[in-house]
């Protein structure tokens, strides 16, 4: 079969070089089947996931798009909606790198941050606007800006915006905008998403990439028992005994996140915090630090680690069982991007086994017992070890209860990455 290349899909030399600059030698498939039909000034639908390359598969098409026009004071020619203010920022780095060669302005604007710089630049005019939804309501509504010379419209991890609330936000910036070009890409297709499209896309052509790259994603997955007040020892534990570099730890609530993170931090490990109620600037310098690599552990909730694309990392620790299955897909999904091995491990104290049996159900799996001995502390307040949690019936027996991380694994997910069953889907949120 003869190998796509970047230069038979029709970019400016410009667009190429960069490409070349950055390494990438061939285009994934999503880049093979949206680039031509954006160039062409099709709409499109594409149900593809983080990992696949899809923000190069819309930037890419944008830069050609750009080369044929200026840019006019208050007047965005692009708008790119992205759920999450790390997202948005992600997207802008991802054009910053893709459009090295061309002189087009950005301005990224999301909540959280001061927007002085932001709103000067808008001033003088922007090519590209990168937003959450929010933020681009309140700056329309008070007249700072104007959509009328929108000319694509990116509708970025539609079905993430559906979990945040966002849909009837999307609706109003659609329908505020002129004639324009679409494209929306989404991991999954619930029926919100799919009205969306049918009211706004004009004639979209659907493209679906099933998993992130043709390697299959590999995750190993592990339960711990763990009584709550007995967690922090067991995660300095599982770290160390485990030799995890570089780990994302969830937690379920912001309040937690600071906890684990001062106890982390207490015990000298090099960690950060990432949750929501923290500054924009403080998110930001955070993440940088943990894909450099200056900081090791990354204590985060839900809301702050959605969509995070950290290259090759090794490892997830739920330190709290996810009350959402979906958000457990999410969480792991962090690791074994990119056909890379994962290992996800999930700490189960006796009263969150009811939301590991929802996770059982949604996954149609156990999960087997990771067996790490920890030393108990202090006395147990209000804490039973409760037996296990109750299989479904209908789940097979896959769980081999001593299996190790030596041993092979017995719940491995296979392309899966972030590609959420319908039936999963629930509202998202962060307490
Ligand atoms: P995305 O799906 O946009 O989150 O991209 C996932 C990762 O794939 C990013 O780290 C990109 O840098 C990388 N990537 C995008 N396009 C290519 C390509 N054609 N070849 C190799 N890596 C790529």
Not at 57 to 69: A, V, Y
Not at 161 to 175: C, N, R, T, V, W
Not at 296 to 313: F, K, P, T
């Amino acid at each position: 079969m003869e190998v796509m290349s970047f230069e038979k899909l029709g970019l400016h030399t410009k667009t190429l070089q960069a490409i070349v600059e950055v390494g990438y030698t061939s285009p994934t498939l999503i880049q093979e089947l949206a680039i031509p039909l954006l160039l062409k000034g099709r709409d499109v639908i594409a149900i593809a996931q983080t990992g696949s390359g899809k923000t190069a598969s819309f930037i890419l098409p944008l830069l050609d798009l750009l080369s044929r026009g200026r840019a006019k004071a208050r007047m965005p020619r692009s708008l790119i909606i992205e759920p999450t203010r790390e997202l948005a920022t992600q997207v802008a780095d991802d054009f910053a790198t893709y459009g090295k060669h061309h002189s087009f302005t950005v301005a990224v604007l999301i909540g959280g941050e001061s927007f002085a710089d932001q709103e000067k630049k808008l001033t003088k005019g922007v090519d590209v606007l990168i937003v959450t939804p929010g933020r681009l309501l309140d700056l329309y509504d008070r007249g700072k800006i104007l959509l009328n010379d929108v000319k694509m419209f990116v509708i970025d991890e539609a079905d993430r915006m559906l979990d945040m609330g966002f849909i009837p936000d999307i609706e109003k910036i659609a329908s505020f905008l002129p004639s324009h070009q679409t494209a929306l890409f989404s991991a999954t297709m619930p029926p919100p998403i799919r009205r969306l499209t049918q009211q706004f896309l004009n004639h979209p052509e659907e493209i679906t990439v099933s998993s992130p790259t043709d390697a299959a994603t590999s995750i190993e997955q592990y339960i711990v028992h763990v009584l709550e007040k007995d967690k922090r020892n067991a995660l300095r534990k599982l770290i160390e005994t485990q030799s995890l570099k570089q780990v994302i730890v969830f937690c379920n609530r912001k309040r937690e996140v600071d906890v684990v993170f001062n106890s982390m931090r207490k015990h000298g490990f090099k960690t950060g915090a990432l949750h929501g109620d923290l500054t924009q600037a403080a998110r930001n310098e955070t993440l940088r630090a943990f894909k450099e690599g200056t900081i090791d552990i990354l204590i985060a909730s839900d809301v702050a680690a959605r969509g995070l694309d950290v290259e090759d990392l090794p490892a997830v620790i739920n330190f709290h069982v996810p009350v959402n299955p979906e958000d457990y897909i999410h969480r792991i999904g962090r690791t074994g991007r990119a056909g890379k091995e994962g290992k996800a491990f999930t700490f189960v104290s006796p009263h969150e086994e009811k939301h590991l049996t929802l996770i059982f159900k949604s996954l149609d799996k156990t999960i087997p017992e990771f067996p790490l001995e920890v030393s108990s502390t202090g006395k147990a307040k209000k804490e039973k070890t409760l037996p296990h949690p109750k299989k479904p019936s209908h789940i097979k027996k896959e769980t081999d209860k001593s299996a190790t991380p030596s041993s092979s694994p017995t719940v491995i997910i296979v392309g899966f990455g972030d590609d959420i069953p319908a039936f999963m889907r629930a509202k998202g949120g962060e307490s």
